[in-house]
Nanobody, 126 residues
């Protein structure tokens, strides 16, 4: 069992930056591929970014490519999402997720993940 706790959300202006953190419990964090998803009001949860167990492979949604960076520190059991050049359309609840496998070809699908955090709100004003 893995428990995930996100932090770092908040209210910012367009063009600002935020860094989200996701702290994971358990000694096997390094065995999990990790992902970030987001859900805006009235919309479905969507993929944002994913990283494999070692951090050597990352993937991004087209909407955030070049602005967001996912990374992980296995010694700290933490995955990060650095968000730069934020836009109002980035406003959403951001969720951290963990997959039991070290990586999956379905990294952008909700069903590939086994554990989810409670989410952290990011609001970007124009």
């Amino acid at each position: 069992q893995v428990q995930l706790v996100e932090s770092g959300g908040g209210l910012v202006q367009a063009g600002d930056s935020l860094r989200l953190s996701c702290a994971a419990s358990g000694r096997t964090f390094r065995n999990y591929g990790m992902g970030w998803f987001r859900q805006a009001p009235g919309k479905e949860r969507e993929f944002v970014a994913a990283i494999n167990w070692s951090g050597g492979s990352t993937r991004y949604a087209d909407s955030v490519k070049g602005r967001f960076t996912i990374s992980r520190d296995n010694a700290k059991n933490t995955v990060y999402l650095q968000m730069n050049s934020l836009k109002p359309e980035d406003t959403a609840v951001y969720y951290c997720a963990a997959m039991r496998g070290r990586w999956s070809g379905s990294y952008d699908k909700l069903g590939a993940y086994d554990y989810w955090g409670q989410g952290t709100q990011v609001t970007v004003s124009s």
